[in-house]
């Protein structure tokens, strides 16, 4: 008995920590300022090792002693109704859990070529700078600097066949801090050279300190497509001066789509390219502007305007935001995504007709670290059959 006590006690611990990374996970999905969500941060911080820690000394070893001889009966009402929740939060924990393992590529992949790149190998050194939390990076299995590269390839049923074979290079969330030094967002650059697409989209979180704007002629600015560069910003860009970083953008030759459309033809067939950065800033953009037999492209920073994509039958969507977790520990899955979906749409593809959204991991982070996470840079190759 005392053994099955402690088994469902450490299940209800397990509950109260899924409980309380949900609320963080969603909290960060808000339109919260960076500072304030930097103290919810810090007290989540503090609870996440204090509360758990609390709930099994009082409930197991003390209080009611149920690992040593007491009753669940013993418990005052308030504890049981708290230890309720807890359990819901141990099934949302294990559903969680499942749906990680039964993982499957989408029917839409009709191929996947990736390779890893070292960019550090590649330069000689680890590109690090005197930026904040510089003492992430040096933690044991870090993939900060491994650029994981891939060719994916997928069938949607609504491109026009005169677009069959368009490419789309989609890279985001470089969150140029100053951790990570210039040199390594420079060999970004080159990288993506080696990856030639008809046009290329950055789906936001580009800086996370205003004066390394200076950064961009020399990386992203060096990029180009035959079809255009386009982009939107990101939450971590509306902390700062989102209409300077724009100029900057639009200056170096990228086209700003956020609450708008761009329109490209070939022959009597179109595609329409729209950008969202909300719930941070603007507004959605409106398709209903294009033809309506338009094949729809949506850059969005996170995954959770989904829903809106579908009701505009939007065909792809483009998102980052959410880095695939940045840890990923095995059998678990990802914990931490600040999304409404918790790890929901975390990376990689997911069908959800009529859209096909593809989650980007993004290039970096706040936070220097990555594991069992690489960096990703994609080339989306559409079929029309």
Same mark, same amino acid.
């Given at each position: 008995?005392?053994?099955?006590?402690?088994?469902?006690?450490?299940?209800?611990?397990?509950?109260?920590?899924?409980?309380?990374?949900?609320?963080?996970?969603?909290?960060?999905?808000?339109?919260?300022?960076?500072?304030?969500?930097?103290?919810?941060?810090?007290?989540?911080?503090?609870?996440?090792?204090?509360?758990?820690?609390?709930?099994?000394?009082?409930?197991?070893?003390? =209080?009611?002693?149920?690992?040593?001889?007491?009753? +669940?009966?013993?418990?005052?009402?308030?504890?049981?109704?708290?230890?309720?929740?807890? @359990?819901?939060?141990?099934?949302? /924990?294990?559903?969680?859990?499942?749906?990680?393992? $039964?993982?499957?590529?989408?029917?839409?992949?009709? =191929?996947?070529?990736?390779?890893? !790149?070292?960019?550090? &190998? $590649?330069?000689?050194?680890?590109?690090?700078?005197?930026?904040?939390?510089?003492?992430? @990076?040096?933690?044991? =299995?870090?993939?900060?600097?491994?650029?994981?590269?891939?060719?994916?390839?997928?069938?949607?049923?609504?491109?026009?066949?005169?677009?069959? &074979?368009?490419?789309?290079?989609?890279?985001?969330?470089?969150?140029?801090?100053?951790?990570?030094?210039?040199?390594?967002?420079?060999?970004?650059?080159?990288?993506? @050279?080696?990856?030639?697409?008809?046009?290329?989209?950055?789906? %936001?979180?580009?800086?996370?300190?205003?004066?390394?704007?200076? +950064?961009?002629?020399?990386?992203?600015?060096?990029?180009?497509?035959?079809?255009?560069?386009? /982009?939107?910003?990101?939450?971590?860009?509306?902390?700062?001066?989102?209409? @300077?970083?724009?100029?900057? #953008?639009?200056?170096?030759? +990228?086209?700003?789509?956020?609450?708008?459309?761009?329109?490209?033809?070939?022959?009597?067939?179109?595609?329409?390219? =729209?950008?969202?950065?909300?719930?941070? #800033?603007?507004?959605?953009?409106?398709?209903?502007?294009?033809?309506?037999?338009?094949?729809?492209?949506?850059?969005?920073?996170?995954?959770?305007?989904?829903? +809106?994509?579908?009701?505009?039958?939007?065909?792809?969507?483009?998102? %980052?935001?959410?880095?695939?977790?940045?840890? !990923?520990?095995?059998? !678990?899955?990802?914990?931490?995504?600040?999304?409404?979906?918790?790890?929901?749409?975390?990376?990689?593809?997911?069908?959800?007709?009529?859209?096909?959204?593809?989650?980007?991991?993004?290039?970096?982070?706040?936070?220097?670290?990555?594991?069992?996470?690489?960096?990703?840079?994609?080339?989306?190759?559409?079929?029309?059959?």
């Amino acid at each position: 008995m005392k053994m099955l006590n402690a088994l469902i006690l450490l299940l209800l611990v397990i509950g109260q920590f899924e409980l309380m990374v949900a609320a963080v996970n969603r909290l960060h999905a808000l339109r919260i300022r960076g500072p304030a969500l930097r103290w919810v941060r810090d007290i989540h911080e503090v609870l996440i090792v204090a509360l758990p820690l609390l709930l099994a000394w009082l409930v197991g070893v003390g =209080g009611w002693r149920l690992t040593l001889g007491g009753g +669940w009966t013993d418990l005052p009402w308030l504890w049981t109704a708290y230890l309720g929740l807890c @359990a819901l939060g141990s099934i949302g /924990f294990l559903v969680s859990t499942a749906r990680f393992a $039964r993982r499957r590529v989408p029917q839409a992949q009709l =191929g996947n070529d990736s390779r890893c !790149v070292d960019l550090a &190998g $590649r330069l000689g050194y680890r590109p690090l700078a005197r930026g904040p939390y510089r003492m992430l @990076a040096g933690l044991p =299995g870090n993939e900060i600097f491994r650029i994981e590269v891939s060719d994916k390839t997928y069938r949607l049923p609504r491109l026009p066949k005169a677009w069959d &074979g368009l490419s789309i290079l989609h890279l985001t969330d470089l969150h140029l801090i100053g951790t990570i030094d210039l040199p390594f967002f420079e060999a970004l650059a080159d990288l993506a @050279a080696e990856s030639p697409a008809d046009l290329i989209v950055f789906t %936001g979180d580009l800086l996370d300190d205003q004066r390394l704007i200076d +950064w961009l002629p020399t990386t992203l600015g060096r990029m180009s497509a035959p079809l255009g560069c386009y /982009f939107i910003l990101g939450n971590h860009d509306w902390y700062l001066d989102p209409d @300077a970083i724009r100029r900057q #953008m639009t200056d170096l030759g +990228w086209h700003d789509v956020a609450g708008a459309t761009r329109v490209l033809t070939r022959g009597d067939s179109t595609i329409a390219i =729209g950008g969202t950065e909300r719930p941070w #800033m603007g507004q959605h953009p409106d398709f209903t502007s294009t033809a309506t037999d338009a094949f729809r492209i949506l850059l969005s920073h996170t995954p959770d305007n989904l829903g +809106w994509a579908r009701r505009q039958k939007v065909d792809l969507m483009l998102s %980052g935001h959410n880095h695939g977790g940045q840890v !990923v520990p095995p059998i !678990v899955g990802p914990i931490y995504a600040p999304s409404l979906h918790g790890c929901r749409y975390i990376s990689g593809a997911y069908e959800a007709p009529p859209t096909l959204l593809y989650v980007s991991r993004g290039i970096s982070g706040r936070h220097p670290i990555r594991w069992r996470c690489p960096p990703d840079l994609t080339r989306l190759i559409l079929r029309s059959n």
